[in-house]
Nanobody, 123 residues
Framework: HVQLVESGGGLVQPGGSLRLSCAAS????????MGWFRQAPGKVREGVAS???????TYADSVQGRFTISKDNAKNTLHLQMNSLKPEDTGMYYC??????????????????WGQGTQVTVS
């Protein structure tokens, strides 16, 4: 049974930090492209960061320099370290998996495995 389970969301003040985690099971985690997405009410789900099977990472301009994506293949776990949080970072955060990372890594349609999401509120 393929599954992604996010954790680590919460309420934080502007300028604060949070670390999100995503536990994967049921597939060959290490060979997949992994991504973090977020969705605010009334807005399109947007790509935040991705990390490929070789460890190379890509970030949205809005989070570059503030967020860090990482993965632990031994534990089948993906992380997103979020620093210097802003109110506009508020939203439901999802982890997702795709067969490979490409130029369209930021599009939700590129990913076929999704977690249920964890809420991040910066206020």
């Amino acid at each position: 049974h393929v599954q992604l389970v996010e954790s680590g969301g919460g309420l934080v003040q502007p300028g604060g930090s949070l670390r999100l985690s995503c536990a994967a099971s049921g597939y060959t985690y290490s060979t997949y492209c992994m991504g973090w997405f977020r969705q605010a009410p009334g807005k399109v789900r947007e790509g935040v960061a991705s990390i490929d099977s070789d460890g190379s990472s890509t970030y949205a301009d809005s989070v570059q320099g503030r967020f860090t994506i990482s993965k632990d293949n031994a534990k089948n776990t993906l992380h997103l370290q979020m620093n210097s949080l802003k109110p506009e970072d508020t939203g439901m955060y999802y982890c997702a998996a795709a067969v490979r990372c490409g130029g369209n890594w930021y599009l939700a349609s590129e990913y076929n495995i999704w977690g249920q999401g964890t809420q991040v509120t910066v206020s």
